[in-house]
Nanobody, 124 residues
């Protein structure tokens, strides 16, 4: 059974940094991808970044490129989202998700397994 659990949310000032962690377990194959999503109050869920577990290939949505970095620690089954230069509009509940996926790329749709979410608030 695949399990996904994120941690590391909190309150940060504009311009500050925060790192989210996501532990994924239960996949029987190396072919899967991990994605980070967020949902701001009154808005739909937005895919912001993903990483291929096998190749480490990554992708980002335009609103976070150059500010957020996704990475993985294979030994710890953990994916991180380092968030720098944060803005008030980054305030949202952040979700980690996982899905099986063949190939070398990652995608930001079709995810099957979700964490419970972590609140991130950017405010002075």
């Amino acid at each position: 059974q695949v399990q996904v659990a994120e941690s590391g949310g909190g309150l940060v000032q504009p311009g500050g940094s925060l790192r989210l962690s996501c532990v994924v377990s239960g996949f029987t194959s190396d072919y899967y991808t991990i994605g980070w999503f967020r949902q701001a109050p009154g808005k739909g869920r937005e895919g912001i970044s993903c990483i291929s577990s096998r190749t480490g290939n990554t992708d980002y949505t335009d609103s976070v490129k150059g500010r957020f970095t996704i990475s993985r620690d294979i030994a710890k089954n953990t994916v991180y989202l380092q968030m720098n230069s944060m803005k008030p509009e980054d305030t949202a509940v952040y979700y980690c998700a996982a899905r099986s996926l063949l190939g070398s790329r990652c995608v930001l749709d079709g995810y099957d397994y979700w964490g419970k979410g972590a609140q991130v608030t950017v405010s002075s």
